[in-house]
C-alpha cells in the first residue's frame, strides 16, 4: 500500500534539535507537493511548512520561521522538517503531507483532509525540561 510514514521525533530538551523525516512507499514522493503540519492536545491542527514538487518553492508558516528548515531528496523518496532550538510549545504530534491538487503557498494547509492524497501516521514531539 501507498503510504508515508514519519521517523525522527522523541523527547528532547528546551533548545535542542530533531530532524523529522517522511518517508513514502509505493509512490513517487516527487510528484507531489509536500508539507508538515502538527497537531497539540485540545488544539486546532497548525499548518508549519510546504515544498513543491520541484523543490523550488518552498513556504514557511509564521510559527515555523527561522527555526524550521524543510527539504526533500528524490533519490531517497522522502522528505525532512529539521527544527532547531525546540521550545515547549513545539510539543505536538507532527504529520507528514503529499497534496497532488495543492500547491505549496501559504494556502497548502487550508485544504480539507480528503484533498492530501496522503497522511503519515504522526510522530510525537515532546520538549521538556
Known amino acids: 500500500q501507498s503510504r508515508l510514514v514519519e521517523s525522527g521525533g522523541g523527547l528532547v530538551q528546551p533548545g535542542g534539535s530533531l530532524k523529522l523525516s517522511c518517508t513514502g512507499s509505493g509512490f513517487a514522493v516527487n510528484n507531489y507537493a509536500v508539507g508538515w503540519f502538527r497537531q497539540a492536545p485540545g488544539k486546532e491542527r497548525e499548518g508549519l511548512s510546504c515544498?513543491?514538487?520541484?523543490?523550488?518553492?518552498?513556504n514557511y508558516q509564521d510559527r515555523a520561521k527561522g527555526r524550521f528548515t524543510i527539504s526533500r531528496d528524490s533519490a531517497k523518496n522522502t522528505f525532512d522538517l529539521q527544527i532547531n532550538n525546540l521550545q515547549p510549545w513545539d510539543t505536538a504530534r507532527y504529520f507528514c503531507?503529499?497534496?497532488?491538487?495543492?500547491?505549496?503557498?501559504?494556502?497548502?494547509?487550508?485544504?480539507?483532509?480528503?484533498?492530501?492524497?496522503?497522511w503519515g501516521q504522526g510522530i510525537q514531539v515532546t520538549v521538556s525540561t
Open positions: 503531507t503529499a497534496s497532488s491538487t495543492r500547491y505549496c503557498s501559504g494556502t497548502y494547509y487550508y485544504g480539507e483532509d480528503l484533498e492530501y492524497d496522503f
Open positions: 515544498i513543491s514538487k520541484s523543490g523550488k518553492t518552498i
